[in-house]
């Protein structure tokens, strides 16, 4: 067994390393404050942000970097999946604006599951980073039990009429289409009744309205489907493999933690920490202070090693559907525990947010530690992932 990159990895390291520092505003990651593993960060979802991101990944395109894995003939570099994760690495240290949905979870699955029809019309401008999507999956009454779902899609002539409400659809409002799940035959048993589906935010019936996250920011919105027209070649695949797809596509989720993230965030705590007093001694020296951080950087490592195996997994044909989910706990756990730490580190400072002149360390902590609450909800909450590394990992049978 080989713990290190290869020659060629470094290299390509260096690459993406020397193309983000030239890419990237001066003091970008310094500017940033994303919790990793949080979803409500200004930057995910202010306007103008999302605008820059935007904007960032059409450069990646450019390179030929947003799909970097993604074969040459639909609009990719074909690098090996550690070279995929290397870059993701990399671009989460530097807090870069990424893979989006569109990227990361609808691309891939259209290439593994679209038909042709669905590869000409969706895979070449979502390579070029030219569209961005939102998820529509979860609704009022289902989220955790997705099978439950009551959107329709009903089978129209040239097109499919949806009928039905999607809730907590993340950045919605500044996406150009929904990757959505809908019913498509009702009389059929469940998981074998829904199809996905690729619908303009601008048909007429779509409604989208605002929910403001624990951070006071609009990230999250409700969405209403009011007879709303989606023509046939809309749909992704075959009818009816709705949540066969869907589940691929979550492991494509699951995979995205934006762990280099974590790494950075706690070097630059461990900076804070060693150049910091508390009640006249040095931070630093603090016995308690010193178990939570080695503690933290244990959890980080961990982290890392099951990110790599999961990127060899993929690399040699293996399906990491139970890595994907260890890796989407062990990821956001470790965000909630990070933001523990520093809060209790930081003791009462640790409530001063960032607009304060006594905060501490940007006034960091509090937001993250508001918003990682939703880490481990997201893409699945953490009692449905032990589900699935109990009952896919361990072979341990539903109650
Ligand atoms: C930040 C964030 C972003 C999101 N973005 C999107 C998005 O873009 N698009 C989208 O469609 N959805 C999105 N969601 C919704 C998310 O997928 C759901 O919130 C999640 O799947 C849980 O569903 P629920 O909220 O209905 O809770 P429920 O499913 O009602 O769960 C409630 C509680 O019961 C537990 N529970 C449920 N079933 C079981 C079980 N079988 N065994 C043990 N415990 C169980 C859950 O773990 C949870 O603690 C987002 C959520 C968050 C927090």
Request: negative net charge.
């Amino acid at each position: 067994m080989e713990f290190k990159l290869s020659e060629k990895e470094e290299a390509f390291k260096s690459e993406v390393e020397a193309f983000l520092k030239k890419e990237l505003p001066p003091k970008w990651p310094e500017m940033s404050t994303h919790w990793p593993g949080g979803y409500g960060s200004l930057e995910s979802t202010n306007e103008e942000a999302v605008k820059a991101a935007f904007t960032f990944r059409r450069r990646l395109a450019e390179k030929g970097w947003l799909t970097i894995s993604w074969p040459k003939e639909f609009g990719g570099e074909e690098h090996s999946y550690m070279e995929q994760a290397i870059f993701d690495e990399r671009v989460s240290y530097y807090r870069a604006p990424g893979m989006g949905i569109a990227t990361g979870i609808a691309g891939p699955t259209i290439l593994r599951f679209g038909s042709d029809e669905n590869k000409q019309d969706w895979v070449q401008t979502i390579a070029k980073g030219e569209i961005e999507m939102w998820l529509g999956y979860s609704e009022p009454n289902s989220g955790s039990d997705l099978a439950g779902i009551q959107t329709t899609a009903v089978d129209d002539g040239d097109d499919f009429i949806i009928n039905g409400q999607k809730i907590w659809g993340t950045i919605a409002h500044l996406a150009d289409y929904a990757w959505l799940i809908a019913v498509t035959d009702s009389e059929a048993p469940r998981h074998r009744n829904a199809s996905l589906f690729i619908v303009d935010n601008k048909t007429p019936g779509v409604t989208i309205r605002p929910i403001i996250n624990i951070l006071g920011i609009h990230s999250f919105n409700e969405v209403f489907f009011d007879n709303v027209r989606v023509p046939k070649r809309n749909m992704i695949g075959e009818k009816n493999m709705g949540f066969y797809y869907m589940m691929t596509a979550l492991d494509f989720e699951r995979l995205m933690v934006g762990i280099g993230g974590f790494k950075r965030l706690f070097e630059q705590f461990i900076e804070y920490v060693k150049q910091s007093e508390q009640d006249g001694s040095p931070l630093g020296k603090n016995h308690t202070v010193r178990k939570k951080l080695a503690e933290i950087a244990v959890k980080i490592e961990m982290v890392y090693i099951f990110f790599w195996r999961t990127a060899s997994m993929l690399d040699k044909g293996l399906v990491p559907s139970v890595e994907s989910s260890v890796l989407k706990l062990t990821a956001t756990e470790l965000s909630r525990a990070l933001a523990d730490v520093t809060m209790e580190i930081l003791g009462p400072y640790g409530q001063l947010m960032g607009g304060s002149k006594d905060a501490q360390f940007r006034g960091m902590a509090p937001r993250g530690y508001l918003d990682c609450i939703s880490a481990t909800i997201g893409a699945g909450t953490s009692e449905i992932q032990r589900n699935i590394i109990a009952m896919r990992g361990l072979g341990l049978t539903k109650k």
